[in-house]
Nanobody
């Protein structure tokens, strides 16, 4: 089970940190990802991290602004979002893929958390 939190309303240029707490299974063989879906648009990949390797991958649209990390003890993955833009406004979802390969396609992910709304005003 995945529980996402941390969304909110911020102004452009500000920061937010999303959290995704996992329960019920060991994550050593998983990749954790963040996706987002804006109104009227398809869900898109944002960032992912291999739980054991720590390898990361980012969408071009967030590279240099977002970072992803994980806390093994808390079984939590974080998405630090800096220099937020109005176009970052979306519902953000965390997901887990049962693979050590850092995957970016949503169909590779097996488990999904509920979304958390991020709204960036201009």
């Amino acid at each position: 089970q995945l529980q996402a939190s941390g969304g909110g309303l911020v102004q452009a240029g500000e920061s937010l940190r999303l959290s995704c707490a996992a329960s019920g299974r060991t994550l050593s063989s998983y990749t954790m990802g963040w996706f987002r879906q804006a109104p009227g648009k398809e869900r898109e990949f944002v960032a992912a991290i291999g739980w054991s390797s720590g390898n990361t991958y980012f969408a071009d649209s967030v590279k240099g602004r977002f970072t992803i990390s994980r806390d093994n003890a808390k079984k939590t993955v974080y998405l630090q979002m800096n220099s937020l833009k109005p176009e970052d406004t979306a519902v953000y979802y965390c997901a887990a893929a049962n693979t050590i390969v850092v995957v970016t396609a949503d169909y590779d992910y097996d488990y999904w958390g509920q979304g958390t709304q991020v709204t960036v005003s201009s």
